[in-house]
Protein backbone atom coordinates (compact mmCIF):
# COMPACT_ATOMS: atom_id res chain seq x y z
CA UNK A 1 0.00 0.00 0.00
CA UNK A 2 1.42 3.48 -1.16
CA UNK A 3 1.81 6.02 1.93
CA UNK A 4 2.33 9.54 1.70
CA UNK A 5 3.15 11.16 4.87
CA UNK A 6 1.93 14.47 5.62
CA UNK A 7 4.01 16.24 8.33
CA UNK A 8 1.71 19.35 9.01
CA UNK A 9 3.47 22.11 9.53
CA UNK A 10 3.75 24.06 13.01
CA UNK A 11 6.21 26.29 13.93
CA UNK A 12 7.48 24.05 16.67
CA UNK A 13 9.17 25.67 19.38
CA UNK A 14 11.30 22.27 20.74
CA UNK A 15 14.09 23.54 22.29
CA UNK A 16 17.27 21.25 21.23
CA UNK A 17 20.07 23.28 23.04
CA UNK A 18 21.77 22.26 26.24
CA UNK A 19 20.57 24.91 28.20
CA UNK A 20 16.69 27.07 28.24
CA UNK A 21 15.73 29.73 29.64
CA UNK A 22 12.58 30.51 31.56
CA UNK A 23 10.88 31.95 29.00
CA UNK A 24 11.06 29.16 26.53
CA UNK A 25 10.29 26.31 29.41
CA UNK A 26 7.46 28.58 30.87
CA UNK A 27 5.72 28.63 27.52
CA UNK A 28 2.28 26.19 26.95
CA UNK A 29 2.46 23.25 25.19
CA UNK A 30 0.06 23.58 21.96
CA UNK A 31 -0.67 21.19 19.77
CA UNK A 32 -2.05 21.89 16.46
CA UNK A 33 -2.54 20.88 12.35
CA UNK A 34 -0.72 23.46 10.26
CA UNK A 35 -2.95 23.72 7.39
CA UNK A 36 -7.13 23.64 7.12
CA UNK A 37 -7.28 20.78 4.24
CA UNK A 38 -5.47 18.41 2.06
CA UNK A 39 -6.65 16.62 -0.69
CA UNK A 40 -6.17 12.83 -0.65
CA UNK A 41 -4.28 11.23 -3.77
CA UNK A 42 -3.25 7.92 -2.08
CA UNK A 43 -4.76 4.72 -0.76
CA UNK A 44 -2.98 5.51 2.73
CA UNK A 45 -2.44 9.18 4.85
CA UNK A 46 -0.40 9.42 7.59
CA UNK A 47 -1.74 12.62 9.61
CA UNK A 48 0.68 13.98 12.27
CA UNK A 49 -0.59 16.24 14.76
CA UNK A 50 2.31 18.20 15.96
CA UNK A 51 3.22 19.43 19.66
CA UNK A 52 5.40 23.11 19.95
CA UNK A 53 7.44 21.20 22.70
CA UNK A 54 8.43 17.73 23.80
CA UNK A 55 5.18 16.08 25.77
CA UNK A 56 5.99 16.35 29.67
CA UNK A 57 4.53 12.73 30.31
CA UNK A 58 2.78 9.82 28.38
CA UNK A 59 -0.53 10.14 27.17
CA UNK A 60 -3.20 10.61 24.47
CA UNK A 61 -4.65 12.91 22.03
CA UNK A 62 -8.87 12.44 21.48
CA UNK A 63 -9.17 13.01 17.50
CA UNK A 64 -13.30 13.54 16.53
CA UNK A 65 -14.36 13.56 13.15
CA UNK A 66 -17.79 14.41 11.12
CA UNK A 67 -17.85 12.76 7.21
CA UNK A 68 -19.48 13.90 4.84
CA UNK A 69 -20.50 12.14 1.59
CA UNK A 70 -18.90 9.17 3.12
CA UNK A 71 -18.81 5.87 6.11
CA UNK A 72 -16.63 4.47 8.16
CA UNK A 73 -15.89 1.15 7.41
CA UNK A 74 -17.00 1.33 3.46
CA UNK A 75 -15.51 4.24 2.11
CA UNK A 76 -12.57 4.28 4.94
CA UNK A 77 -10.79 3.28 7.70
CA UNK A 78 -8.71 4.49 10.40
CA UNK A 79 -5.79 3.00 12.06
CA UNK A 80 -5.86 3.38 14.90
CA UNK A 81 -9.32 1.79 14.73
CA UNK A 82 -12.11 4.56 15.24
CA UNK A 83 -14.92 4.23 18.78
CA UNK A 84 -17.86 5.71 17.14
CA UNK A 85 -16.81 9.04 15.96
CA UNK A 86 -13.52 9.34 17.98
CA UNK A 87 -9.62 8.06 17.84
CA UNK A 88 -7.26 7.73 20.41
CA UNK A 89 -3.90 8.58 19.52
CA UNK A 90 -1.37 7.41 22.11
CA UNK A 91 2.04 8.99 22.63
CA UNK A 92 5.15 8.66 24.81
CA UNK A 93 6.83 11.24 26.97
CA UNK A 94 9.14 13.48 24.59
CA UNK A 95 7.08 12.67 21.84
CA UNK A 96 6.73 15.43 19.47
CA UNK A 97 3.77 13.87 17.59
CA UNK A 98 0.69 11.92 17.95
CA UNK A 99 -0.85 10.14 14.10
CA UNK A 100 -2.90 8.40 12.88
CA UNK A 101 -3.50 6.59 9.29
CA UNK A 102 -6.71 7.34 7.06
CA UNK A 103 -7.11 4.20 4.62
CA UNK A 104 -9.52 6.04 1.98
CA UNK A 105 -11.59 2.61 0.47
CA UNK A 106 -12.91 4.36 -2.64
CA UNK A 107 -12.87 7.24 -4.75
CA UNK A 108 -14.65 10.34 -5.90
CA UNK A 109 -16.55 10.74 -8.96
CA UNK A 110 -17.17 13.85 -10.68
CA UNK A 111 -19.68 15.63 -9.28
CA UNK A 112 -19.66 14.05 -5.64
CA UNK A 113 -18.51 15.76 -2.73
CA UNK A 114 -16.61 13.40 -0.46
CA UNK A 115 -14.57 14.32 2.89
CA UNK A 116 -14.06 13.92 6.13
CA UNK A 117 -12.77 16.72 8.95
CA UNK A 118 -11.04 15.51 12.09
CA UNK A 119 -10.80 17.98 15.05
CA UNK A 120 -8.28 17.42 17.80
CA UNK A 121 -10.49 17.52 21.10
CA UNK A 122 -8.49 17.15 23.99
CA UNK A 123 -4.73 16.78 24.82
CA UNK A 124 -4.61 14.18 28.12
CA UNK A 125 -1.82 16.54 29.62
CA UNK A 126 -3.85 19.80 29.20
CA UNK A 127 -2.38 21.14 25.61
CA UNK A 128 -3.93 24.02 24.35
CA UNK A 129 -5.28 23.98 20.71
CA UNK A 130 -2.74 25.91 18.22
CA UNK A 131 -3.69 27.64 14.96
CA UNK A 132 -5.55 24.79 12.91
CA UNK A 133 -7.24 22.22 15.21
CA UNK A 134 -9.14 21.01 12.81
CA UNK A 135 -8.01 19.81 9.25
CA UNK A 136 -10.28 18.55 6.17
CA UNK A 137 -9.05 15.49 4.37
CA UNK A 138 -11.09 15.75 1.00
CA UNK A 139 -11.24 12.89 -1.64
CA UNK A 140 -9.22 13.53 -4.92
CA UNK A 141 -9.00 11.52 -7.60
CA UNK A 142 -6.58 13.70 -9.58
CA UNK A 143 -4.08 16.39 -9.44
CA UNK A 144 -5.76 20.17 -9.47
CA UNK A 145 -6.83 21.29 -12.92
CA UNK A 146 -6.15 24.34 -12.00
CA UNK A 147 -7.15 27.54 -10.21
CA UNK A 148 -6.33 31.53 -9.84
CA UNK A 149 -4.52 32.28 -6.45
CA UNK A 150 -3.24 34.88 -4.57
CA UNK A 151 0.26 34.63 -2.36
CA UNK A 152 -0.06 36.70 0.55
CA UNK A 153 3.26 37.49 0.73
CA UNK A 154 2.15 40.69 3.13
CA UNK A 155 2.95 43.50 1.11
CA UNK A 156 6.16 45.36 0.09
CA UNK A 157 7.99 44.45 2.64
CA UNK A 158 6.88 41.22 2.27
CA UNK A 159 7.25 39.66 5.72
CA UNK A 160 6.16 36.06 4.30
CA UNK A 161 7.50 33.27 2.52
CA UNK A 162 4.48 31.70 0.45
CA UNK A 163 5.33 27.97 -0.73
CA UNK A 164 2.52 26.62 -3.39
CA UNK A 165 1.73 23.41 -4.40
CA UNK A 166 -0.40 23.42 -7.91
CA UNK A 167 -2.10 19.75 -7.32
CA UNK A 168 -3.63 20.49 -3.91
CA UNK A 169 -3.90 24.23 -4.38
CA UNK A 170 -2.53 24.33 -1.24
CA UNK A 171 -0.28 27.83 0.31
CA UNK A 172 1.85 27.45 3.24
CA UNK A 173 3.09 30.69 4.52
CA UNK A 174 6.70 31.30 7.16
CA UNK A 175 8.16 34.40 8.37
CA UNK A 176 10.96 35.06 6.65
CA UNK A 177 13.07 35.73 9.61
CA UNK A 178 11.89 32.72 11.92
CA UNK A 179 15.04 30.47 10.51
CA UNK A 180 18.94 31.20 9.84
CA UNK A 181 20.24 27.90 9.22
CA UNK A 182 18.75 24.98 6.92
CA UNK A 183 20.32 21.02 7.49
CA UNK A 184 19.93 18.97 4.18
CA UNK A 185 18.04 16.08 4.71
CA UNK A 186 19.93 14.22 1.73
CA UNK A 187 22.83 12.07 1.77
CA UNK A 188 25.28 14.93 1.60
CA UNK A 189 26.07 17.13 5.37
CA UNK A 190 25.33 20.39 4.16
CA UNK A 191 23.97 23.65 5.88
CA UNK A 192 22.25 26.32 3.53
CA UNK A 193 21.89 30.37 4.98
CA UNK A 194 18.52 32.10 4.61
CA UNK A 195 19.23 34.53 1.63
CA UNK A 196 15.64 35.49 2.13
CA UNK A 197 17.49 37.99 4.72
CA UNK A 198 20.89 38.80 2.93
CA UNK A 199 22.66 36.61 5.23
CA UNK A 200 26.20 35.59 4.79
CA UNK A 201 29.37 33.42 6.53
CA UNK A 202 33.08 33.69 6.41
CA UNK A 203 35.49 30.89 6.98
CA UNK A 204 37.74 31.26 9.58
CA UNK A 205 41.09 29.67 10.36
CA UNK A 206 40.25 27.68 13.88
CA UNK A 207 37.89 25.43 14.87
CA UNK A 208 37.62 26.62 18.16
CA UNK A 209 33.69 28.13 18.78
CA UNK A 210 35.20 29.48 21.90
CA UNK A 211 37.46 31.81 20.61
CA UNK A 212 36.96 35.98 20.40
CA UNK A 213 35.83 36.84 17.02
CA UNK A 214 35.48 39.78 15.84
CA UNK A 215 32.55 41.70 13.17
CA UNK A 216 33.53 42.15 9.97
CA UNK A 217 31.69 44.70 8.07
CA UNK A 218 32.71 44.00 4.25
CA UNK A 219 30.37 41.06 4.79
CA UNK A 220 26.96 42.98 4.80
CA UNK A 221 25.30 42.91 1.80
CA UNK A 222 23.92 46.05 0.01
CA UNK A 223 22.94 46.42 -3.58
CA UNK A 224 25.80 44.92 -4.90
CA UNK A 225 28.27 45.04 -1.94
CA UNK A 226 29.54 41.85 0.21
CA UNK A 227 31.19 39.05 -1.11
CA UNK A 228 30.06 36.17 -3.38
CA UNK A 229 32.06 33.75 -1.89
CA UNK A 230 29.84 34.23 1.67
CA UNK A 231 26.50 33.33 0.19
CA UNK A 232 25.00 30.43 -1.40
CA UNK A 233 25.26 30.10 -4.73
CA UNK A 234 21.69 31.20 -6.15
CA UNK A 235 21.16 28.45 -8.13
CA UNK A 236 19.99 26.33 -5.92
CA UNK A 237 22.49 22.98 -5.89
CA UNK A 238 23.49 21.76 -2.73
CA UNK A 239 27.19 21.73 -3.58
CA UNK A 240 27.16 25.42 -3.65
CA UNK A 241 26.49 26.26 -0.03
CA UNK A 242 29.15 28.88 0.94
CA UNK A 243 29.35 26.27 4.32
CA UNK A 244 31.62 23.64 3.55
CA UNK A 245 30.82 20.32 3.39
CA UNK A 246 30.61 18.93 7.36
CA UNK A 247 32.96 15.95 7.41
CA UNK A 248 33.31 12.92 9.28
CA UNK A 249 36.81 14.47 11.02
CA UNK A 250 36.02 16.86 13.31
CA UNK A 251 39.03 18.96 13.13
CA UNK A 252 38.77 19.64 9.43
CA UNK A 253 35.23 21.05 10.37
CA UNK A 254 35.99 25.15 11.02
CA UNK A 255 34.22 27.90 12.87
CA UNK A 256 32.14 30.19 10.96
CA UNK A 257 30.90 34.16 11.17
CA UNK A 258 27.65 34.42 10.67
CA UNK A 259 26.31 37.96 9.19
CA UNK A 260 21.95 37.18 9.87
CA UNK A 261 21.29 39.60 7.45
CA UNK A 262 18.40 42.63 7.80
CA UNK A 263 14.90 42.97 8.52
CA UNK A 264 12.66 43.88 6.48
CA UNK A 265 11.06 47.78 7.09
CA UNK A 266 8.75 48.18 10.27
CA UNK A 267 6.97 51.21 8.11
CA UNK A 268 5.54 51.20 4.75
CA UNK A 269 8.24 52.16 2.00
CA UNK A 270 7.01 54.77 -0.89
CA UNK A 271 4.78 53.72 -3.23
CA UNK A 272 6.04 51.49 -6.00
CA UNK A 273 9.39 50.70 -3.79
CA UNK A 274 10.10 47.29 -1.54
CA UNK A 275 11.07 47.43 1.87
CA UNK A 276 12.13 43.24 2.25
CA UNK A 277 15.58 44.08 3.74
CA UNK A 278 16.29 47.61 4.47
CA UNK A 279 15.35 47.59 7.92
CA UNK A 280 17.40 46.78 10.93
CA UNK A 281 21.03 44.63 10.72
CA UNK A 282 19.68 41.16 12.71
CA UNK A 283 22.98 40.87 14.50
CA UNK A 284 26.05 38.76 14.03
CA UNK A 285 26.92 34.83 15.70
CA UNK A 286 29.76 32.15 15.35
CA UNK A 287 29.22 28.76 14.24
CA UNK A 288 30.83 25.25 14.10
CA UNK A 289 28.93 22.74 12.75
CA UNK A 290 30.00 18.62 13.15
CA UNK A 291 28.87 15.36 12.62
CA UNK A 292 26.86 13.09 15.45
CA UNK A 293 25.92 10.07 13.71
CA UNK A 294 23.81 10.87 11.30
CA UNK A 295 22.21 13.71 12.77
CA UNK A 296 24.06 17.21 12.39
CA UNK A 297 25.87 19.15 16.15
CA UNK A 298 25.54 22.86 15.88
CA UNK A 299 27.88 24.62 18.21
CA UNK A 300 26.89 28.36 17.97
CA UNK A 301 27.56 31.42 20.39
CA UNK A 302 27.99 35.53 19.97
CA UNK A 303 30.85 36.48 18.37
CA UNK A 304 32.57 37.86 22.11
CA UNK A 305 31.53 34.68 23.82
CA UNK A 306 33.53 32.30 25.16
CA UNK A 307 31.54 29.49 25.73
CA UNK A 308 28.66 28.36 23.29
CA UNK A 309 25.44 26.57 23.12
CA UNK A 310 25.03 23.27 21.20
CA UNK A 311 22.15 21.65 19.49
CA UNK A 312 21.61 18.03 17.85
CA UNK A 313 19.66 18.67 14.69
CA UNK A 314 18.31 15.32 13.01
CA UNK A 315 17.51 14.22 9.27
CA UNK A 316 14.18 14.27 8.10
CA UNK A 317 13.82 12.95 5.09
CA UNK A 318 10.37 13.51 4.37
CA UNK A 319 11.59 17.03 4.35
CA UNK A 320 14.11 19.15 2.34
CA UNK A 321 15.79 20.45 5.21
CA UNK A 322 15.02 20.33 8.92
CA UNK A 323 15.57 24.97 10.31
CA UNK A 324 17.00 26.52 13.12
CA UNK A 325 16.92 29.75 14.52
CA UNK A 326 20.07 31.01 15.93
CA UNK A 327 18.42 34.16 17.25
CA UNK A 328 15.51 31.82 19.15
CA UNK A 329 17.72 28.83 19.74
CA UNK A 330 15.40 26.74 18.31
CA UNK A 331 14.18 24.25 15.27
CA UNK A 332 11.37 25.53 13.47
CA UNK A 333 8.71 24.08 10.71
CA UNK A 334 9.44 26.25 7.52
CA UNK A 335 8.78 24.28 3.89
CA UNK A 336 6.44 21.83 3.45
CA UNK A 337 7.09 18.23 2.66
CA UNK A 338 9.64 18.52 -0.30
CA UNK A 339 6.86 16.77 -2.31
CA UNK A 340 4.14 18.91 -1.66
CA UNK A 341 4.94 22.19 -2.69
CA UNK A 342 5.86 23.27 -6.40
CA UNK A 343 7.21 27.05 -6.27
CA UNK A 344 8.01 29.43 -3.35
CA UNK A 345 7.51 33.35 -3.59
CA UNK A 346 10.17 35.19 -1.59
CA UNK A 347 12.44 37.37 -1.33
CA UNK A 348 15.83 36.04 -2.32
CA UNK A 349 20.01 36.83 -2.70
CA UNK A 350 21.26 36.70 -6.03
CA UNK A 351 24.27 37.25 -8.05
CA UNK A 352 25.04 39.58 -10.18
CA UNK A 353 27.56 41.27 -12.31
CA UNK A 354 27.84 44.85 -12.44
CA UNK A 355 31.21 44.56 -14.81
CA UNK A 356 33.78 43.89 -12.18
CA UNK A 357 32.75 40.09 -10.55
CA UNK A 358 29.46 38.62 -9.60
CA UNK A 359 28.50 40.11 -6.25
CA UNK A 360 25.35 39.51 -4.12
CA UNK A 361 21.94 41.23 -4.82
CA UNK A 362 18.67 41.26 -2.88
CA UNK A 363 15.66 40.81 -5.11
CA UNK A 364 12.28 41.06 -3.66
CA UNK A 365 9.39 39.70 -5.87
CA UNK A 366 11.41 36.50 -6.27
CA UNK A 367 9.87 32.95 -7.14
CA UNK A 368 11.89 29.88 -6.78
CA UNK A 369 11.38 26.15 -8.06
CA UNK A 370 11.58 23.49 -5.46
CA UNK A 371 14.42 21.87 -7.57
CA UNK A 372 15.74 19.91 -4.34
CA UNK A 373 12.01 18.38 -4.17
CA UNK A 374 12.15 17.40 -7.63
CA UNK A 375 10.45 20.17 -9.50
CA UNK A 376 11.10 21.74 -12.52
CA UNK A 377 10.25 24.89 -14.17
CA UNK A 378 11.08 26.99 -17.26
CA UNK A 379 10.09 29.78 -19.17
CA UNK A 380 8.05 30.77 -22.32
CA UNK A 381 7.66 33.94 -24.18
CA UNK A 382 4.67 34.47 -26.18
CA UNK A 383 6.07 34.93 -29.20
CA UNK A 384 7.12 31.53 -29.58
CA UNK A 385 3.88 30.12 -28.25
CA UNK A 386 0.35 31.10 -26.83
CA UNK A 387 -0.41 30.82 -22.80
CA UNK A 388 -4.34 29.95 -23.92
CA UNK A 389 -3.53 26.90 -26.50
CA UNK A 390 -0.35 26.01 -25.00
CA UNK A 391 -0.98 22.31 -24.49
CA UNK A 392 1.07 19.14 -23.23
CA UNK A 393 2.44 18.75 -26.44
CA UNK A 394 4.50 21.40 -26.35
CA UNK A 395 6.55 20.81 -23.69
CA UNK A 396 9.92 21.06 -23.95
CA UNK A 397 11.50 18.50 -22.08
CA UNK A 398 14.56 19.79 -22.73
CA UNK A 399 14.40 23.22 -21.14
CA UNK A 400 14.02 21.89 -17.39
CA UNK A 401 16.72 22.27 -15.79
CA UNK A 402 17.83 22.37 -11.73
CA UNK A 403 18.31 26.01 -11.24
CA UNK A 404 15.58 27.29 -8.67
CA UNK A 405 15.97 30.43 -10.43
CA UNK A 406 14.50 29.79 -13.73
CA UNK A 407 10.95 32.09 -12.68
CA UNK A 408 13.11 34.24 -10.75
CA UNK A 409 12.42 38.11 -11.21
CA UNK A 410 11.89 37.67 -14.56
CA UNK A 411 8.39 37.39 -14.48
CA UNK A 412 8.41 41.70 -13.53
CA UNK A 413 10.15 44.84 -13.77
CA UNK A 414 10.71 47.66 -10.77
CA UNK A 415 10.56 50.63 -12.84
CA UNK A 416 9.42 52.89 -15.30
CA UNK A 417 10.75 56.01 -17.38
CA UNK A 418 10.06 59.31 -15.51
CA UNK A 419 10.12 62.81 -16.41
CA UNK A 420 13.66 63.75 -18.12
CA UNK A 421 14.79 60.25 -18.52
CA UNK A 422 14.82 59.34 -14.74
CA UNK A 423 13.81 55.82 -13.99
CA UNK A 424 11.00 55.72 -11.19
CA UNK A 425 10.24 53.02 -9.01
CA UNK A 426 7.12 50.95 -10.28
CA UNK A 427 5.86 47.68 -10.11
CA UNK A 428 5.51 46.35 -14.01
CA UNK A 429 3.58 43.05 -14.94
CA UNK A 430 5.57 41.41 -18.01
CA UNK A 431 2.59 39.69 -19.81
CA UNK A 432 4.87 38.69 -23.09
CA UNK A 433 6.13 35.61 -20.97
CA UNK A 434 4.57 32.70 -18.82
CA UNK A 435 6.09 29.63 -17.24
CA UNK A 436 5.84 25.50 -17.35
CA UNK A 437 6.29 23.93 -14.06
CA UNK A 438 6.62 20.06 -13.61
CA UNK A 439 6.10 18.91 -10.01
CA UNK A 440 7.70 16.59 -7.99
CA UNK A 441 5.04 13.82 -9.03
CA UNK A 442 5.47 14.48 -12.68
CA UNK A 443 2.54 16.51 -13.27
CA UNK A 444 2.87 19.16 -15.69
CA UNK A 445 1.38 23.03 -15.71
CA UNK A 446 1.33 26.10 -16.90
CA UNK A 447 1.47 29.08 -15.03
CA UNK A 448 1.10 32.85 -15.94
CA UNK A 449 1.50 35.94 -13.14
CA UNK A 450 -1.59 38.58 -13.44
CA UNK A 451 -0.26 41.06 -10.92
CA UNK A 452 2.11 41.95 -7.85
CA UNK A 453 0.79 45.24 -6.87
CA UNK A 454 -2.73 46.11 -5.47
CA UNK A 455 -4.83 49.34 -6.84
CA UNK A 456 -2.32 52.06 -5.60
CA UNK A 457 0.84 50.49 -6.49
CA UNK A 458 1.74 49.01 -3.63
CA UNK A 459 4.41 46.00 -4.18
CA UNK A 460 4.23 42.43 -2.42
CA UNK A 461 0.57 41.53 -4.26
CA UNK A 462 1.33 38.86 -6.71
CA UNK A 463 -1.15 36.95 -8.14
CA UNK A 464 -1.36 33.82 -10.92
CA UNK A 465 -3.55 31.66 -12.75
CA UNK A 466 -2.24 27.77 -13.69
CA UNK A 467 -3.86 24.75 -15.25
CA UNK A 468 -2.93 21.47 -15.91
CA UNK A 469 -1.74 20.29 -19.23
CA UNK A 470 -3.44 17.50 -20.71
Same mark, same amino acid.
Given at each position: MKIRFFFFLLFVAVGLTACHDDSVSSTPVSAAF +???S?????AATTVQVLFSKPAPEAGSVSVTFVTTGVTYGLDFTTNPVAAGNTLELFFDKGATTASFVFMRQTNAIEGETKHVVFSIDEVSFGAELGENPTIQLNYNETASLGASLSAETGGPNQPYAVYVDFSSRQM? +???RTSWDLGFYSGPEFRVILNNSVKMSAKLLSTNNIDE???IDDTMVIGQGGGNANQVDHPAGLIEGTTIAAISENENENYVYLVNLG???LETAPAIGSEGTASGGHRGWKKIRVLRSGNDYRLQYADVGATTHQEAIISKNTAFNFTFFSLLGSQSVAIEPQRNQWDVCFTTFTNLVNFGSGMVPYHYADFVTTNTKGGARAYQV???DAAYDTFTLAQVDEGAFTNDQRNIGSNWRGTSVMGAGGVPVSQFVLRTDRFYVVKDPAGNVYKIRFTGGAN???ERGYPTFEYALLR
Open positions: +SVSVNLTDT +SAVVQASQPLQSQTG
